[in-house]
């Protein structure tokens, strides 16, 4: 396994694809990697005495090796600069159609084709 703990380490596949994180721990038996704060799973406790309550927490799971590449500091900027981009993207929808629809030009042959027809 060419990944070890301490690693930056990009996401390319699950629901957590596109994100970048630091590897945390290797399961060299299973070819898994746990990344920090990626593929968080809910964790359910028991309550182990009378007087405890029982909760739930978010851990980090482990992901497939196959499913990271490990990035250098330079790549690690760039992913978080695109990330945030796309972040931006999806919070206003209406105004990336908008300049889009600002941006295409028609043509002449359309326009007069429509003049003719009304």
Known sequence: MKVKVGDTVKILAGKDKGKDGKVIETL????????EGINMVKKHAKPRTANESGSIFDIEAPIHVSNVK??????AKKAKKELKEKETKKEDPKEVKTEAKN???KTPKKEASKKASK
């Open 28 to 35: 060299k038996k299973e070819n898994k990697v746990v990344v």
């Open 103 to 105: 941006t295409t030009k």
């Open 70 to 75: 490990v990035i250098t500091k330079a790549e």
